[in-house]
């Protein structure tokens, strides 16, 4: 049965790239060029492993250099941004497509990625009143309250935060509670680097644009959200490990964006200064586990740092869309579930006094602190399209209006109600539960715009449906019931990755957290994002780092997952079903279980790939360091399918079956003992769905469960098709002026002189392994060998969004000899090996041809 047909809206702030889409367009139309997935800036990885794993220092330099002079040789012009020897063997550079492509064709060069741009996440902002005491509410949720009462703090383990910064004035991060009063190193941030200075944005499309770095030693934080994920992992009072020692690495300016070459410079930093763990709540969505960053992680991971990272706020992006370093294939990759309570600003309403928490809207003025106002309302709690229509000139003159979610965006509303006078807008959910509202546009808002829950908007709906209510802003904090609290966020991206291998890995509390921000930004925000779970599970590994010091890096992730506690899921948790595997992982994680355990069972997750050649059968060993034996029953535990559709994600009650070599397995003391695990795909799931769930070792002696969460997709995952056709008729042969790209279906000519070359605009629907673009002659049919050849490609962030490609008029051979071509007619065809395809089956090819080019230099 199917029992959901589409995502749910997300409701936080995203930290992961957002990328752009060409729109709806006729086949004939152009699309601006802004609207491409591409970037000016590149990885260049050589052919030798970097130094950590074992190449020497003079080989991996002597590599650099020879590409340097052979760039010099072959007359290209870009710029050389950083380069790297330890966890990755490469350059990052600037350059425009044309030239990119030359690069590629250097000796030397093993492969190029896009180097990501990386948005800042936009905070919900709160206040702390004096006398509020902490920021506890969600240690309940893993049980990190519960391991700090057994001695456990975090003491003597080193924490690496690759963020904004972090606030080291902060009194509950060790600091003397002045902005500027302490000294860095501090007492607990004693590592760190800024790696770009308060003015760097890497987003060419902010008006702040400033891409150039000015690196120094202090890694203070002026944007907020490093301080917000330090204080989670360890605040003095409420944080999960309050005793950790902290790496600060800056790698954001106080707005804008970074880039992906900026984190992996401080992935090298914190390796160096010896970090035990690593959190990192940033990346790139719909990436390989073979991006750089996440290869970088893996490589920390190997070297022993517990390499933690969000998972990504593509929530409504559909599947296949978690991000980068957090899809590496032995970083915990985490997702994010929702505080149970939130912490919240209070305005009062007559006559009584009841205390409304609201959330700030993301562009708007900041709401004040004091005062009083009479409201209004444009609606009612049965208005389906509230304030969507220009309301009549000074009808809410003076008052903020009260505005029921609905029927047109919230920048609709609050811009109405701001034309109609109003002196501020309150919004409220009309389903269950709290809203995030933004409201950036133009002309921009002017007043304060906030957002309560739907019950408290039906209160204040109910009270002004009587009489006058006035609301009166105040400084006071209070904590509220939320109630998804303890369910997966609807933000949180969901997985596989594209090599079908577990992501998410586990889940923490992101949605709705309230943490420690800078004292310049107010010191205390509420927050929301994977960008908040991974935190939770950096320091929840800490205090495991603490209480078990022989534990591995490498067996971290395998034992927090043993413990974790599935979630129901979050559309209607009432149906009894667990949420899909491949969007909350192992589940909440349970630190208390993993403090206690005694078994380890590994792998931690099985990844079953594909079912198209039967069931899979995959081999569980456990391994007891108690002094008694213990023996499990085995057991298998469901969980929701999803059926095919990448972009608009359907749930189905339908599930495979679970056979083991025995019904149980005792596991003597200080030994092990295996067993074999048959998953059998659900016969109804649609082919190209993703089947999963749990197995489940339940001790005979006291109950406690161990879980391994499965998942695999139904059927050929080669049938999944990658250029798919689009509503602007990709794939295009374009033409480009310098603003917008504009398709040639007839074909065209080039004088290759400027951006007078040809451009190929592709939409990806799905990860691929492979593209290339190869030109033969139109008229003979000739081969002229490759024009572009890239690896591991992401697939574009939504159904209609596009990347580009270029051809200079020359063509080279897999050995690397190239060769102008002459002026003539050719045409281009474009291949695409399929994720996990083999090259040498036809069948996991797919091919489209270009109108004829007609190259005609002057």
Not at 193 to 218: C, I, W
Request: glycine share 12%; net charge negative.
């Amino acid at each position: 049965m199917q029992i959901r047909q589409t995502l749910l809206a997300s409701a936080a702030a995203a930290a992961f790239l957002s990328l752009g889409t060409g729109g709806a367009q006729a086949a004939t139309q152009s699309v601006p060029a802004k609207a491409a997935e591409q970037t000016r800036h590149w990885f260049v990885e050589f052919n030798s492993l970097p130094t950590i794993e074992g190449t020497s220092l003079e080989k991996v330099r002597g590599e650099k250099a020879a590409f340097r002079a052979a760039a010099k040789a072959a007359g290209l012009s870009f710029k050389e941004r950083r380069a790297f020897d330890v966890l990755f063997n490469g350059v990052s550079i600037e350059a425009g497509p044309a030239m990119r492509a030359k690069i590629a064709r250097l000796p030397g060069v093993k492969a190029m990625y896009p180097v990501e741009i990386i948005q800042a996440p936009r905070p919900i902002k709160g206040e702390k009143p004096a006398g509020a005491s902490d920021l506890d509410i969600a240690l309940q949720l893993t049980g990190a309250d519960q391991v700090q009462a057994m001695g456990y703090n975090g003491a003597g383990v080193k924490v690496g935060v690759i963020d904004t910064g972090v606030d080291y004035d902060h009194p509950l991060l060790g600091g003397n509670g002045s902005p500027g009063s302490t000294a860095f190193p501090s007492s607990r941030v004693q590592y760190g680097y800024d790696f770009v200075g308060d003015a760097y944005n890497a987003d060419p499309a902010s008006p702040n644009y400033d891409p150039v770095p000015h690196p120094d030693a202090n890694p203070d934080d002026c944007a907020g959200h490093g301080t917000h994920v330090a204080g989670i992992i360890g605040a003095n009072a409420g944080g999960v490990a309050p005793n950790v020692t902290f790496g600060a690495y800056r790698v954001f300016g106080c707005e804008g964006s970074t880039e992906a070459d900026v984190m992996m410079a401080a992935m090298e930093r914190a390796l160096a200064d010896g970090m035990q763990v690593v959190n990192q709540s940033i990346g790139s969505s719909f990436q390989w586990p073979e991006y750089p960053t996440a290869k970088a992680a893996d490589r920390l991971v190997k070297a022993g740092v517990v390499m933690v990272a969000s998972i990504g706020n593509s929530g409504t992006s559909g599947l296949y869309a978690a991000g980068a370093p957090g899809v590496g294939k032995k970083v915990i990759g985490v997702a994010s579930f929702d505080n149970t309570h939130v912490k919240l600003n209070e305005f009062t309403v007559s006559e009584d006094n009841t205390a409304i928490g609201w959330q700030q809207a993301t562009g708007a003025p900041s709401a004040p602190l004091s005062g009083s106002q009479p409201m209004s309302r444009t609606g009612t709690v049965a208005s389906t399209t509230d304030a969507c229509s220009p309301l009549p000139a000074g009808s809410l003159s003076g008052t903020v209006a009260l505005i029921r979610r609905g029927g047109c965006t919230f920048y609709v509303k609050a811009f109405n109600a701001q034309v109609a006078g109003a002196a501020g807008v309150v919004l409220y959910n009309n389903v269950p539960g709290r809203i995030s509202p933004t409201v950036v546009g133009v002309p921009a808002i002017t007043i304060p715009v906030v957002s309560v829950s739907d019950t408290e908007g039906a209160l204040i709906d109910s009270r002004l449906a009587s009489g006058a209510v006035t609301m009166t802003w105040t400084p006071d904090l209070g904590t509220f019931p939320n109630l998804t609290g303890g369910l997966i966020s609807s933000f949180s991206s969901y997985g596989l990755a594209a090599d079908l291998s577990i992501k998410p890995n586990i889940g923490a509390p992101g949605g709705l957290i309230y943490s420690t921000y800078p004292l310049e930004l107010g010191g205390y925000a509420t927050l929301s994002g994977t960008s908040m779970a991974s935190p939770h599970t950096a320091g929840g590994a800490a205090l495991l780092l603490q209480a078990d010091p022989k534990l591995k890096a490498k067996d971290m992730r395998d034992r927090l997952q043993n413990s974790a506690d599935p979630a129901m899921w979050q559309g209607s948790p009432g149906l009894g079903y667990l949420d899909e595997v491949h969007r909350q992982g192992a589940g909440m994680l349970d630190l208390v279980g993993a403090v206690q355990a005694t078994t380890l069972v590994q792998p931690g997750e099985l990844a079953l790939g594909e079912s198209q050649n039967g069931p899979v059968t995959r081999t569980l060993t456990f391994t007891n360091k108690g002094s008694s034996p213990v023996t499990y029953d085995l057991s298998h535990a469901p969980a929701l399918a999803t059926g095919p559709n990448e972009f608009s994600v359907s749930a189905f009650d339908t599930f495979a079956t679970v056979d083991f070599s025995a019904a149980s397995v005792t596991v003597p003391a200080k030994g092990s003992a295996t067993v074999d695990v048959t998953v059998t795909a659900p016969a109804t799931l649609a082919d190209k769905g993703i089947y999963d769930g749990y197995v489940v070792a339940t001790s005979q002696a006291d109950g406690k469960a161990i879980r391994v969460p499965y998942a695999g997709l139904k059927g050929d995952y080669q049938a999944i098709q990658v250029l798919v056709p689009t509503a602007n008729g990709f794939p295009w042969l374009a033409k480009f002026d310098g603003t917008n790209y504009t398709n040639q279906p007839g074909g065209a000519s080039y004088t290759m002189a400027g951006n007078d070359i040809p451009y190929f605009l592709v939409h990806l629907d799905h990860q691929s392994r492979q593209l290339k673009l190869e030109a033969f002659d139109a008229v003979s049919g000739k081969p002229m060998h490759y024009v572009s050849l890239d690896n591991y490609l992401p697939r574009s962030a939504t159904s209609t969004g596009f990347f580009t490609w270029t051809w200079d008029g020359t063509t080279f051979t897999k050995g690397g000899h190239t060769t102008p071509v002459p002026n003539g007619q050719y045409v281009v065809k474009l291949s695409v090996l399929k994720a996990l395809g083999n090259p040498d089956n036809a069948a996991d090819w797919e091919t489209w041809s270009s109108p004829v080019v007609t190259l005609q230099r002057p």
